[in-house]
């Protein structure tokens, strides 16, 4: 039994669309670089993406959200097809738009009631 062959390409549904790759693009350029030092390699010591060490003074990338570090272009390249952490999965994607605690706690409380 044969497979029929079609003659059209279609994209691939495993390719990020472009919208998707526009904003990692961006992503990777707001991403935070460090330089392993011992400080750092008492918490991680090996990139959980190709399991290699880290060596001292390597530049690594250091995730937003989570604070986990991975080689550069270790990251990157998962970055291409996902949006979250390789180690906990937790997002990448800052909101550009900060929340409103900060600013309720500088505000009267409009709940206080006046003495009668």
């Known amino acids: ?3 029929p062959v079609s003659s059209s390409h279609q994209a691939s549904p495993h390719l990020p669309s472009v919208c998707l790759l526009d904003v990692k693009v961006e992503l990777k350029g707001k991403l935070h670089v460090v330089l392993f ?3 750092l390699g008492t ?4 990139c959980c993406v190709c399991l290699g060490e880290f060596e ?3 530049e690594l990338v250091e995730m937003p959200s989570c604070k986990h570090i991975f080689h550069l272009d270790c990251i990157h390249l998962w970055l291409y097809s996902h949006t979250t952490c390789p180690l906990c999965r937790s997002s990448v994607l800052i909101s550009s738009t900060k929340t409103s605690v900060d600013d ?3 505000q009267p409380d409009s709940l206080e009631t006046s003495p009668v």
Not at 43 to 46: E, F, G, T, V
């Open 43 to 46: 918490r991680d010591s090996l």
């Open 104 to 106: 309720d706690n500088n």
């Open 56 to 58: 001292l003074k390597e």
């Open 37 to 39: 030092n011992e400080e």
């Open 1 to 3: 039994m044969t497979l």
